[in-house]
């Protein structure tokens, strides 16, 4: 992309905010994730095994998959963009093998104890989400082997698949804030925690988000 010279600082001062950006996002989700696993201590329970798996999944592995395409803060950068493809597919198939175990220890916790399933608008929210991220995964073979999808170019394809991955991505933060809202969970945090763990899932939502429109935005612009 050629930029405009007069426009440099400002385009400096945006480079410089998207990679702060970014790098606070692999921070975030490297440190709530590792808090969580202490939390919840696995293996302790069926339950320990839950939030384990389904913050492994949502807040690490997701996250993770969607930084890849980040011009600023991929951690595979100097790849292709062929290879960031094929490891953002690896990683997004342990998040969903993450997540269905995540669904299986609470369900199977579930039935040893006699308590209803899906009750609340966690459990809800969670089965759907476990559900699209699968659905989502699976939609994305043809970008790996385009020979699948006859009929369809390979941009639209891609415009599905990031528009689609943003919507799962989101609904796995809102289930991470329902779950934060937990019983277990605001019985084993003071008030302050709650409120940091709560603006750290909020945090990696606006600026996963924030990567994927403004990617496409800028996708238009150069086309445009």
């Given at each position: 992309?050629?930029?405009?010279?007069?426009?440099?600082?400002?385009?400096?001062?945006?480079?410089?905010?998207?990679?702060?950006?970014?790098?606070?996002?692999?921070?975030?989700?490297?440190?709530?994730?590792v808090?969580?696993?202490?939390?919840?201590?696995?293996?302790?329970?069926?339950?320990?095994?839950?939030?384990?798996?389904?913050?492994l999944?949502?807040?690490?592995?997701?996250?993770?998959?969607?930084?890849?395409?980040?011009?600023?803060?991929?951690?595979?950068?100097?790849?292709?963009?062929?290879?960031?493809?094929?490891?953002?597919?690896?990683?997004?198939?342990?998040?969903?093998?993450?997540?269905?175990?995540?669904?299986?220890?609470?369900?199977?916790?579930?039935?040893?104890?006699?308590k209803?399933?899906?009750?609340?608008?966690?459990?809800?929210?969670?089965?759907?989400?476990?559900?699209?991220?699968?659905?989502?995964?699976?939609?994305?073979?043809?970008?790996?082997?385009?020979?699948?999808?006859?009929?369809?170019?390979?941009?639209?394809?891609?415009?599905?698949?990031?528009?689609?991955?943003?919507?799962?991505?989101?609904?796995?933060?809102?289930?991470?804030?329902?779950?934060?809202?937990?019983?277990?969970?605001?019985?084993?945090?003071?008030?302050?925690?709650?409120?940091?763990?709560?603006?750290?899932?909020?945090?990696?939502?606006?600026?996963?988000?924030?990567?994927?429109?403004?990617?496409?935005?800028?996708k238009?612009?150069?086309?445009?």
């Amino acid at each position: 992309m050629v930029y405009n010279k007069e426009a440099g600082p400002e385009l400096r001062i945006y480079g410089y905010t998207r990679t702060a950006s970014a790098l606070l996002s692999h921070c975030i989700c490297i440190v709530f994730t590792v808090f969580i696993t202490v939390l919840s201590r696995p293996g302790t329970s069926w339950f320990s095994w839950h939030p384990f798996f389904m913050t492994l999944a949502f807040s690490f592995f997701m996250t993770e998959a969607i930084l890849l395409f980040s011009p600023y803060g991929s951690l595979l950068k100097q790849f292709s963009h062929k290879t960031k493809g094929r490891v953002h597919w690896i990683l997004q198939c342990l998040c969903v093998s993450c997540a269905v175990l995540g669904l299986a220890a609470i369900t199977y916790n579930k039935h040893l104890n006699g308590k209803p399933h899906f009750t609340s608008w966690h459990g809800f929210l969670g089965l759907l989400t476990v559900c699209v991220v699968g659905l989502q995964s699976l939609a994305a073979v043809p970008l790996i082997y385009h020979s699948l999808a006859k009929g369809w170019s390979l941009a639209k394809l891609k415009r599905y698949h990031a528009a689609t991955g943003l919507v799962t991505y989101l609904l796995g933060s809102a289930s991470l804030l329902l779950g934060l809202s937990s019983g277990w969970f605001t019985a084993a945090v003071g008030e302050y925690t709650w409120y940091l763990s709560a603006l750290c899932s909020a945090l990696n939502a606006l600026i996963i988000m924030s990567q994927v429109s403004s990617a496409y935005t800028a996708k238009k612009r150069l086309q445009s």
